[in-house]
């Protein structure tokens, strides 16, 4: 099965083009888009499983060998993150049945979902850097028809925006992947790293920091890294649930992982600079991002918020590039995918029933929706790192690397910044659930206990992901690994 | 010829960042445009110009053309052709829906107190 890599992304291709052939048969659509994924998620765990007990997977198209052709590398990071974005995307497309509206499915709403997983899926996994770009406009497209789709007010303004910020950030793409192809003469990641070496050994670092800076600009705008951040309150606020659940948890962390990958893989020869960069913005990112996180009294915008403090914490240990650091982040971007695709759509469980998104307006939940209440508490305790959900042991793993790089004032903002992201849930629970109960006006309506399966299931799979850190932790050193000798990556790809 | 296109390049992308920054929608979606236009010369620029040659003449052609590219340039003018296409639909939908194309009138304060 030499193609396998292939599949995760091959898979929801297909059933994208078959899903717009019957986009006015919603119940069809549900059952295709619901079973591919499905399937997915099954390939995906296997291709992680082969990584662990085979090593690095690759795949050259065309049969051109590497560097001449693209080549598609799963190493144990991408394979993981493939599989937590299979499961998400499928618990995302289970809560679409009855959270999303036959209005918006009739209307390619599943055909754009597994198109924006193939450009996920085909991201995490692309070993050359052009066809990673060609794979970030595939999940731009579908996230700006999944941003739009419906046509209401906020969203068609907030799309213009999301448009705009995303247009400018590819163009500079290109530009950056021009630079870097005059002074290294290929694309592909692993031969990049090779003559970017020769080049640092030559001495002239200057290039090289430029171009680094540049793709940190690029990535960052994807990532919603302080300061390029401005556009995701507002855009993220627009959409509905599903949706936003579904750009919280995976579309930032494409930018993450970019950075992870092109950081580790491309510039660790630079001197520094961009370490240091990297690490002031990983910083501020988390400040603000609590900030934010405390100031509002919405509860999308809380979480909204939060995402900022994610990207924050992966990237401070990012930056200390040592192995502990790195297994940190990486178990931390697995946990806050999950974690967050389950508050956003517990989230629009609330805005459901209550109708508004107005935490001064929704009062006593626990009254009346007992599961959902305790639901929503695990999954801000999980996020907000409190043994032994998964949260803790990617916290630990992470300050303990951040202290190891002596750099103790991230380490303590890390530290400080789980109390204030706790602080911002619990705001929500207990105003929210707390207190007297309201009636709302259309409460009845809100299929609480069906659109309940979905949250249900990542919250069960966060609590599982942290009891059993134990039994992960293998798979998450093997990647941390990689991303720590990037030779490991080298030689698997271009096999000398 | 890099240096004609450095000037070239650098004018596209001056022009392309005043009209981002002006406030008519439909200014911003032709800056974006030229934005792209100029990172793709600039694509091609860095792939070496005056060679004189078409790409790929067979193994022992004396002189030829990069073509990847011409490829990568390909790619990208697709993609972009694509998105100006939806961004211009998007912004006569919003136009109709919201009545304005002020981008000072598209704040949006939802959530915000």
């Known amino acids: 099965m030499i193609n396998f890599l292939l599949l995760p992304i091959l898979i929801p291709l297909i059933t994208g083009v078959l899903l717009m052939f019957i986009n006015k048969h919603v119940m069809l659509q549900r059952w295709v888009a619901s079973i591919s994924a499905f399937v997915t998620v099954i390939i995906a765990a296997m291709l992680a499983h082969k990584v662990h007990t085979e090593g690095i997977q690759t795949l050259n198209l065309s049969n051109w060998d590497a560097p001449f052709g693209i080549t598609l590398v799963s190493d144990m990071l991408s394979a993981l993150l493939v599989l937590t974005t299979s499961i998400i995307s499928f618990a995302c497309i289970i809560f679409s049945f009855r959270g999303i509206g036959q209005e918006r499915e009739k209307f390619n709403y599943y055909a754009s979902m597994s198109f924006l997983i193939v450009g996920v899926n085909g991201a995490f996994t692309t070993g050359d850097i052009?066809?990673?770009?060609?794979?970030?406009?595939?999940?731009?497209m579908s996230s700006y028809v999944l941003i739009v789709l419906g046509g209401t007010k906020i969203q068609l303004r907030e799309?213009?925006?999301?448009l705009l910020v995303n247009v400018i950030s590819s163009a500079l793409f290109v530009i950056a992947v021009g630079y870097l192809y005059s002074v290294t003469g290929t694309l592909n990641m692993a031969h990049l790293s090779e003559r970017i070496a020769s080049i640092s050994a030559d001495g002239q670092l200057g290039i090289i920091t430029v171009i680094?800076?540049?793709?940190?600009?690029?990535?960052?705008?994807?990532g919603a890294v302080f300061p390029l951040f401005f556009w995701l309150p507002g855009s993220y606020y627009a959409p509905p649930a599903p949706v936003m659940a579904i750009f919280g948890a995976l579309l930032t962390k494409v930018g993450v992982y970019s950075i992870t990958r092109t950081y580790s893989l491309l510039f660790y020869h630079e001197g520094g600079t961009i370490q240091t960069l990297l690490g002031v913005m990983a910083v501020l990112s988390i400040i603000l991002?609590?900030?934010?996180a405390i100031a509002y009294w919405d509860i999308k915008k809380i979480i909204i918020y939060n995402i900022i403090t994610a990207v924050g914490v992966i990237l401070a240990g990012v930056a200390s590039m040592n192995e502990d650091a790195l297994a940190g982040s990486v178990f931390y971007i697995i946990h806050d995918m999950i974690v967050k695709a389950a508050l956003f759509l517990l989230v629009g469980i609330m805005i459901?029933?209550?109708?508004?998104?107005?935490?001064k307006q929704i009062s006593g939940l626990i009254k009346n929706y007992p599961g959902l209440a305790w639901t929503f508490f695990i999954a801000s305790l999980a996020l907000a790192g409190i043994p032994p959900l998964s949260g803790f042991v990617g916290k630990l793993l992470l300050i303990k690397g951040v202290f190891d790089a002596e750099h103790y004032w991230t380490g303590a903002i890390v530290l400080m910044s789980s109390l204030f992201v706790l602080f911002s849930v619990m705001k929500i629970f207990i105003n929210g659930f707390w207190g007297k109960p309201l009636t709302y006006k259309g409460?009845?309506?809100?299929?609480?206990r069906q659109l309940m399966a979905a949250p249900v299931i990542l919250v069960i799979l966060a609590v599982v992901y942290g009891v059993g850190a134990d039994f992960v932790f293998p798979y998450i050193s093997q990647a941390a690994n990689i991303l720590v000798n990037p030779d490991l990556y080298i030689d698997a790809v271009l096999k000398e | 010829m890099e240096i004609l296109m450095a000037f070239v390049i650098g004018i596209l992308f001056m022009c392309a960042t005043y009209l981002i920054?002006?406030?008519?929608?439909l200014r911003i979606i032709i800056g974006t445009g030229l934005l792209s236009h100029g990172a793709h010369l600039l694509l091609l620029t860095m792939g070496g110009l005056k060679k004189g040659a078409a790409p790929l003449l067979g193994e022992e052609a004396p002189s030829y053309t990069d073509p990847l590219p011409q490829a990568l340039i390909l790619t990208a003018i697709v993609i972009s052709f694509g998105v100006t296409a939806f961004f211009l639909v998007l912004a006569y939908r919003a136009y109709k829906e919201l009545g304005t194309d002020n981008m000072e009138k598209l704040r949006g304060t939802e959530g915000n107190d």
């Open chain 1, 212 to 222: 680094g800076v540049l793709f940190m600009i690029v990535f960052g705008l994807k």
């Open chain 1, 130 to 140: 052009f066809n990673l770009f060609v794979f970030f406009e595939v999940m731009l």
């Open chain 2, 21 to 25: 920054l002006s406030k008519s929608l």
């Open chain 1, 443 to 448: 409460e009845e309506k809100a299929p609480v």
């Open chain 1, 352 to 359: 459901a029933i209550t109708g508004t998104s107005n935490l």
């Open chain 1, 159 to 162: 799309s213009i925006k999301y």
């Open chain 1, 289 to 292: 991002g609590v900030i934010g």
